[in-house]
């Protein structure tokens, strides 16, 4: 069973992957796939008290990357989150296989464009996510689970084939 | 609003304890509306969404509501785990006397609002949680 989301999200662990999503595929385990984080005592206690019944792994790339074709064989569903593309592709350029990637939260900051309301993208962005679809993934665009799933090449004229 | 009677409580009144109510969409304000209806104009509640805000956003907009709270203050969330909740509680750090709530409910800013100028933070937070509980029951049909 295992991976059952993976997510690109700047908020990480929130409402909609606890509520929504959890409601939904009913995770085991959630994995806070960022450097920061791990190396923060303190953020790390916040992420694993945020989601009471899920057991929270905070890991760097390297080691969501190391221990990621195991977890793919673990029972129960599992969830990988993200802030950024870039990380996206930093674990998948360390070994991570990954065949969808979920766009559900990249936030408005100075320099980035609208998407849409809940993505916006820099070209810096841009190039990550060119560089997951080069590599065979799909980038899809959804907040929700109630909410239509649509290719990010349907929404940004960027990725218009 | 109610406010404490003169000769009411301890000799030397406790200072109100600010609050800042951090919700998804408007959640805070109609809450707020709603408490209006009950007690009459609010005032010192400060109301933020986290309504397409990053983490790092939401985290400098909370740090920025809190910072001059002098003798601490509560952060009220509407949920555990929630960006406001877990942004709140980053941005708490920094600020060793805030306490945050989750699960913020009417019953809940009433009784803050009848409160805040009697407790320390810490000793609110504590009855808050309890009467946000107490006030969710339930009655089943009462026989004829």
């Known amino acids: ?161 | 609003m109610s406010a404490p009677t003169a000769g009411e409580g301890a000799a030397s009144p406790a200072k109100r304890v600010p609050a800042l109510i951090v919700t998804h969409a408007d959640l805070a304000q109609a809450l707020v509306r709603a408490a209006e209806r009950v007690v009459g104009t609010i005032e010192d509640v400060t109301l933020l969404s986290n309504e397409g805000l990053s983490r790092s956003d939401l985290e400098d907009a909370i740090e920025t509501c809190v910072r001059d709270w002098r003798e601490g203050g509560l952060l009220l969330t509407d949920f555990w785990g929630g960006s406001c909740h877990t942004c709140g509680s980053a941005a708490a750090r920094r600020h060793g006397e805030v306490v945050i709530v989750t699960g913020i409910n009417l019953p809940l800013l009433l009784d803050y609002l009848h409160n805040r100028d009697r407790f320390s933070a810490p000793e609110l937070a504590e009855r808050l949680q309890q009467k946000g509980r107490d006030s969710i029951r339930v009655q089943r049909g009462v026989p004829a």
């Open chain 1, 1 to 161: 069973m295992s991976w059952a989301l993976h997510r690109i999200d700047d908020r990480l662990i929130h409402g909609q992957v606890l509520v929504a999503w959890g409601a939904r595929l009913d995770p085991a385990r959630i994995w806070v796939v960022d450097d920061g984080v791990a190396a923060s005592e303190w953020e790390r206690d916040l992420f694993k008290e945020a989601a009471p019944g899920i057991d929270v792994r905070v890991a760097s790339v390297a080691e969501a990357a190391a221990a990621h074709a195991e977890e793919a064989g673990a029972p129960r569903a599992a969830f990988l989150l993200v802030r950024d593309l870039a990380t996206a592709l930093r674990l998948v350029d360390a070994g991570a296989e990954v065949q969808e990637w979920n766009l559900g939260g990249l936030h408005y900051a100075p320099g980035k464009e609208k998407v849409n309301d809940y993505v916006y993208l820099d070209e810096h962005d841009r190039e990550s996510a060119k560089a997951l679809l080069s590599a065979g993934a799909r980038l899809v665009v959804q907040d929700v689970p109630a909410s239509r799933p649509q290719p990010l090449g349907a929404l940004d004229p960027a990725f218009a084939q």
